[in-house]
């Protein structure tokens, strides 16, 4: 027997779960289809990172509004727990980027952002076990650090189950039904479903999902390392931070470990299910020749564990959010390895999309579909150029 809601959502990664939690606010009949469990995908692998620069406006202006209607006060708006802790966030520039970093600095600081451009002898001052001999400047954001990705979206869930939602796991979308050009529902591996509103939050799978629907979205995987390094007991504060000086990103992990990454090496095109815990060859001794370069203490570290994860990314590396071109069918999907600290309001702007006809949280018409078509992929107002290489 086919079950009817008023909106479907396909995927229960943090995506899925924050566009459950807006859709059921707003009296939604929703339905999560989940082919595995919540936060399989690359939600429950992700580093975490709660920052607020990009070198693209609409992007930062996403965080910090996640930042501050969400992550900041979760209790009282979602409920439940996201973890955020706050380490505070430096971004360090190539010497050549600095009017870039000055640029997007100031716009950031225009859309209220707690920003500012800090010397290397300050970064020194405020973190004295970093080598700060390769840099002139970085951008420090006090307010920003890091949340649990996986009890972010198991709150946002159970948020919205609260408000009538149902989450169905183990249930695989094998079909998108269409009838008259218009989305009527999904066939799973557990029956039918109908509604009104379908949307792909699919993940690295998003691909193969919206070929369902004779969708070509240009969608390759992007397969990425992580590290958990022991904190060496000396090693003073450490914020979290991109340092694209020496291609890595690293924060603390409570107070024994120190999650690090590069942002080199990562692979593309992998089949969506491929085995995904075995890092590359080179992973670890590269990380660790980089990240000495900035923490010479990082020697005196051991190593705890190597995870890996896999997301779904475009050709400009921004993520996909609108319609699909098939009426009632949607997409939030091509997330590119930064998509967790955005989704509480990229969720909230796209329910707004298709329930009012335009967002009202943050304009997320930059990310939609039919750029690619048009051939206007996104460039930053002060582009540093891709942040995976
Ligand atoms: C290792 C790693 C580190 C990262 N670090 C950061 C970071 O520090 N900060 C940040 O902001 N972002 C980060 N990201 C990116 C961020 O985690 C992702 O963009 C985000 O989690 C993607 O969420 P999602 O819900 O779109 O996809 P996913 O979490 O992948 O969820 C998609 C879900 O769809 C399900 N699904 C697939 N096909 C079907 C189907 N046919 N039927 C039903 N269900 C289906 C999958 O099982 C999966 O659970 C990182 C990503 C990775 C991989």
Redesign the pocket.
Known sequence: MTQTYDAII????????SLAFHLAERGLKTAI??????????????????RMHYDLAAESELTFVSYKNYFRDWKERVGGDCGFINTGFLQIAKREHEHKLRGNVANQQQIGINTSIISAAEVKELFPDFITDHFDYAAYEPDSG?AD?TLT?NSFLEAAKRNGAALIQN????AINTSGGRATGVS?TRGDFAAPVVIN??????K??ASLADIDVPLET?????AFLHRPPSLGRIPAVIDDVINC?FRPEGSALILA?GEDESLRGEP?DAEDQTPTDTFLEKLIDNMVQRIPKIEESGLHSI??????ITPDQRAIYGSSGIDGFYL??G?????????PAAGASLVELILDGAPKTVDITPFRFERFAEGKLIEGEYGYGHLWK
Do not use: N
């Open positions: 396909i995927g229960a990664g943090v995506m899925g779960a289809l989940e082919r595995r469990v919540s936060a399989a995908g690359a939600t429950g692998h992700s580093s975490g990172l709660v890091y990705p979206t249930c695989e979308v094998t799973t939050a699919a993940g690295a799978w998003a193969q999902v992007w397969t990425h390392d992580v990103y990454a969506p995870h890996v994860g896999r997301d779904g939030a999907c997330l590119s390895g930064t998509g967790f600290k955005t989704s």
